[in-house]
């Protein structure tokens, strides 16, 4: 490699100037940069909880962070900041998407919703207004995709709403209809006919209960009715007794207790004394007359007793029309309740099948009555978070930094390329001077002659280097020297030249 060191170090100059030439007319790159704070804390979110649908807010800006930088949205952004004003073909424009997508770039620090949203384009007015317009579809990203999620989401469950109307309305039909079948089977508890029988057999057990004790009280009273009769009809003077004239007694009554009164304020010789006497004896010499007249109708007539001028055998006969009515009426009632019993019974037989199916409708009613409250409690819910919404921001965009470009190119980096571009035609010159000692090797010694052959060498001829020859040699190693010298000082004057620009630039 050392024979062959002049070529390698016109190869190592060949490749720093290429190198060098293709840093310097790289084409500088400018960057425009702002920072956006979303403040998610509102005061109306702790308000509203549980009222209203709220969207986890830092989730929906954190995913909208990372996948804003999509190819619509490029578009969008290009025909914002109008980059496509010299994309004609096709194959320009996607390679515009391409090229932009690649120099855009959002991150975040992480924590505290604070977002940098910047962009490297070849002018500063040029990345200055795609970050602008990135900014601007960043916010309205975020805002407008909340109130599509709510109207998507209002829509779907109108939708449900009216589906699981219609359903409730046909469990209704369908429960009414079976209702109205078996109405003679309702209830106020419900179909429950093990209750509605036992009830029913308790009320036939009392009423004839009641009917066995009316019977009874029946018999005493004919019993006791006969007996009055049957000695009535045995002594017609003894019965005769028992004549009397009630509507003569009771005006009697009155007199004799007027006269007490009158006697009490009065003397006998007083007019009202005397008149009230009077009336008395008049009316007790008529009921003398009635009461002989009866006493001699019983005697022409011993078989007929005058049972209704008797007051015994007229209450006794009282009762026992009574008790004759009170068992007809029980009887009644008896005769009701056993074929109430009787039709429980026969109802019974069905009674598991009505009930079951009556259970299957209140089952797909209740359902649908739940589901469909659910469905109108959240579609209140919904309405009140759009409202929300609308009335204010659940999420606050604040600029921390405006979008500012900087006046001085961020990229390329000539300072650092071009100690690669160095380094690289370093390397480029010690290859080439490998690659061609091993094209043509060279012998120093005999030995290595020898080995490589594994031939019997025969002679050497040494050659004797005179002054001349060391002379040029000398030479030689000093123009390489010197060449690779001044291959390093070229490129630390160029780095030195670039720093000093790039610190005026700053």
């Excluded at 019983?298 to 209450?315: D, K, S």
């Excluded at 299957?360 to 109108?376: A, G, I, T």
């Excluded at 010159?429 to 002659?449: I, T």
């Amino acid at each position: 490699m050392w024979k062959y060191r002049r070529l390698g170090v016109l190869v190592a100059w060949v490749v720093a100037a290429v190198g060098a030439t293709a840093v310097l007319v790289m084409p500088d790159r400018f960057e425009a940069s702002a920072r956006v704070y979303v403040d998610t804390q509102s005061i109306l979110r702790p308000l509203m909880s549980g009222l209203a649908v709220q969207p986890n807010i830092e989730q929906q800006v954190t995913m909208l962070s990372r996948t804003l930088i999509s190819r619509p949205t490029v578009e969008k952004l290009i025909r914002m900041a109008d980059l496509d004003l010299g994309a004609k073909t096709k194959q320009q424009q996607d390679a515009l998407v391409d090229q932009v997508t690649r120099s855009l770039s959002i991150r975040s620090t992480g924590r505290d919703n604070l977002y940098t949203l910047s962009y490297r384009g070849e002018t500063p007015d040029k990345a200055l207004r795609v970050v602008q317009a990135l900014m601007t579809i960043f916010v309205e990203s975020s805002l407008g995709d909340s109130k599509t999620d709510s109207d998507s989401a209002r829509r779907f469950i109108e939708e449900q709403i009216g589906s699981y109307e219609s359903k409730l309305t046909e469990a209704e039909t369908r429960l009414k209809e079976f209702r109205l079948r078996n109405i003679d089977l309702q209830s106020e508890g419900g179909l429950d006919m093990a209750g509605r029988m036992a009830e029913t057999s308790a009320m036939l057990n009392q009423a004839r209960l009641e009917l066995q004790e009316a019977e009874s009280a029946r018999q005493v009273a004919r019993r006791q009715l006969d007996q009055a009769r049957a000695a009535q009809r045995a002594s017609p003077m003894q019965s005769s007794a028992f004549l009397a004239t009630p509507e003569l007694d009771s005006r009697i009554d009155a007199l004799k207790r007027n006269l007490d009164v009158l006697l009490q304020r009065f003397t006998e010789q007083h007019p009202d004394v005397i008149n009230t006497r009077r009336l008395i004896g008049e009316l007790e010499a008529q009921k003398k007359r009635e009461l002989a007249d009866l006493e001699r109708a019983a005697r022409a007539n011993p078989g007929q007793p005058m049972i209704e001028t008797n007051p015994a055998l007229v209450e006794l006969s009282r009762i026992h029309s009574a008790a004759e009515v009170q068992v007809a009426s029980l009887r009644a009632r008896v005769s009701e309740f056993e074929s109430r019993v009787s039709r429980s019974r026969e109802q019974m037989k069905v009674a598991p099948q009505i009930e079951a199916e009556l259970a299957r409708l209140n089952r797909d009613y209740e359902v649908h009555r739940k589901n469909y409250s659910d469905l109108v409690a959240r579609r209140e819910s919904i309405t009140m978070s759009g409202q929300l919404e609308s009335s204010s921001s659940l999420a606050d965009f604040r600029v921390i930094d405006p979008p500012r470009a900087n006046p001085s190119p961020v990229a390329p980096n000539r300072v650092l390329l071009l100690p690669m571009a160095l380094l690289a035609a370093l390397g480029a010159g010690l290859g080439v001077a490998f690659l061609v000692s091993q094209v043509r090797p060279v012998f120093f010694d005999a030995s290595s002659l020898r080995n490589a052959t594994d031939l019997p060498l025969l002679g050497v001829v040494t050659l004797i280097r005179n002054d001349d020859v060391r002379k040029r040699e000398t030479r030689s190693v000093v123009r390489f020297v010197i060449s690779l010298a001044a291959l390093v000082v070229v490129f630390a004057v160029g780095m030195a030249v670039l720093s000093y620009r790039s610190g005026l630039g700053r």
